[in-house]
């Protein structure tokens, strides 16, 4: 299996950019799609981004489409979501998941939050306006 710890999040203004990672210990980091999620209080978790294994597809939500960016660095085993231009309503704690796709075609990166296996344990970002 497969480790996740986050790290990154905190307290910024609206209009502020931060950019969480990802770090992935255990088995092959580059054998699993990773994705990005987030919940705020009171809300249920949602999809944010997605990225397959070998880091050539990408996928967002429309929310966050053209101000985050989700990359990865499968040598250091890391994920990261750069976040520009934050709003208020980006407040939530973001986690990041992955999922073996080893066995798949190369550009599978699923949306959906049950798709994946194994869940860091989030970092908080606050955007205050």
């Known amino acids: 299996q497969v480790q996740l710890v986050e790290s990154g999040g905190g307290l910024v203004q609206a209009a502020d950019s931060l950019r969480p990672a990802c770090a992935a210990s255990g088995r092959t980091f580059s054998s699993y799609a990773m994705g990005w999620f987030r919940q705020a209080p009171g809300k249920e978790r949602e999809f944010v981004a997605t990225?397959?294994?070998?880091?050539?597809?990408?996928d967002y939500r429309d929310s966050v489409k053209g101000r985050f960016t989700i990359s990865r660095d499968n040598a250091k085993n890391t994920g990261y979501l750069q976040m520009n231009s934050l709003r208020p309503e980006d407040t939530a704690v973001y986690s990041c998941?992955?999922?073996?796709?080893?066995?798949?075609?190369?550009?599978?990166?699923?949306?959906?939050?049950?798709?994946?296996?194994?869940w860091g344990q989030g970092t908080q970002v606050t955007v205050s306006s």
């Open positions: 990225i397959s294994r070998s880091g050539g597809s990408t």
């Open positions: 998941a992955a999922v073996l796709t080893a066995a798949q075609p190369m550009g599978i990166m699923p949306r959906s939050a049950p798709s994946y296996d194994y």
